[in-house]
């Protein structure tokens, strides 16, 4: 991949602000919908979805079905319903992967599993899966049940795909574009992509969609996976190196291994397989990474995939709609910074 760097327009510091302005009617039509779907006569799943459900996430990927669905100009309320599905995947996937990963913390607070345990942050995972094909069949449309079922099918997969990787340092960069894009850029794709069809668009507007969403999930994947080692605690709401103690290979681990002495990759071999993982070892993978550029190149790629996300969105007319999709894509990247 070429290391030629767009600047990305706008000099001001990108935030969600303008697409959560775009479509915060609609928004609280999908709250309603998220709030009174989760409800259940076993107070156990309301409480602990609504734990998760209510952690100050951005719900950024409801929020781009909504967005996409105002760049169609698309009038109806079908996207209220999907948006709420959208969510549900991404809640129920969130709950999952902190079982799966043994997380004490998402969002500055302690996760499901440490408070309720793990086995009923899966079957309350499991819940709010078939809430989500719930609201799919409600909708009406086959396109739409197919689109976002096989997202939930492909994020599945790139969680094992990532499972068999795990500890694994020799990954390569295409093994883990692959799983950064099955377990997070197919739900941005299919939460932008059902927005064509509620608007009953035809297929290329459908694809342009879903490349504006794929292309947006890598980069914000990218960038979360380069803050691991970099941000802090309060900023990510997780633990500072969960990945490098997780033994997760991502990208910036790849390229300091590649570009590492024969003692630098012993060291990162060790770390994977969990040897190394006090505060000292971290100190010392980031002083690696640092010095062989790996979050840099790891950033300059989530800018590329950004400017891809910005580029597919060139066919749809000029507008508020599209101004505050161009900035979620500038504000995924900005992070980074």
């Not at 069949?137 to 049940?145: F, I, R």
């Not at 795990?166 to 197919?186: F, M, N, W």
């Amino acid at each position: 991949m070429s290391a030629t760097v767009h600047t990305l327009p706008n000099a001001r510091q990108p935030s969600l602000d303008p697409v959560m302005a775009l479509v915060s009617k609609d928004m609280q039509a999908v709250n309603s919908v998220i709030l009174s779907r989760m409800q259940s006569d076993i107070p156990l799943i309301p409480e602990l979805a609504g734990h998760l459900i209510a952690g100050g996430g951005k719900r950024m990927r409801p929020m781009l079905t909504l967005a996409c669905a105002r760049l169609l100009d698309y009038g109806g309320t079908r996207h209220h319903l999907l948006a709420a599905a959208v969510e549900f995947i991404h809640t129920a996937t969130l709950l999952h992967d902190d079982v799966v990963d043994g997380s004490d913390l998402r969002r500055g607070k302690r996760t499901a599993n440490i408070i309720w345990g793990n086995p009923a942050s899966v079957l309350v995972g499991d819940f709010l899966f078939s809430r989500s094909f719930e609201l799919m069949v409600e909708d009406g449309s086959l396109k739409v049940l197919r689109i976002l079922s096989n997202a939930s099918a492909v994020i599945a997969e790139g969680e094992v795909n990532q499972l068999t990787a795990q500890r694994q340092v020799s990954t390569s960069e295409d093994k883990y574009l692959d799983i950064i894009g099955s377990k997070t850029a197919a739900l941005f794709a299919a939460a932008c992509r059902i927005a064509a069809v509620v608007a009953e668009r035809d297929e290329g507007v459908e694809l342009a969609l879903d490349s504006y969403g794929r292309n947006l999930g890598i980069a914000f994947q990218l960038v979360d996976d380069a803050i691991d080692y970099v941000s802090d605690a309060a900023q990510m709401g997780k633990d500072v190196g969960d990945d490098f103690r997780d033994g997760k290979v991502t990208l910036p681990v790849i390229l300091a291994y590649a570009r590492g002495s024969t003692e630098e990759r012993r060291f990162w071999e060790d770390a994977m397989l969990g040897h190394r993982v006090s505060d000292d070892d971290l100190s010392h993978a980031k002083s690696l990474l640092q010095q062989h550029d790996a979050i840099a190149d790891t950033l300059v790629r989530a800018r590329l995939y950004a400017r891809r996300a910005i580029d597919a969105l060139a066919p749809f007319p000029a507008g508020q709609a599209r101004s505050a999709l161009v900035e979620a894509a500038e504000f995924a990247v900005a992070r980074g910074y």
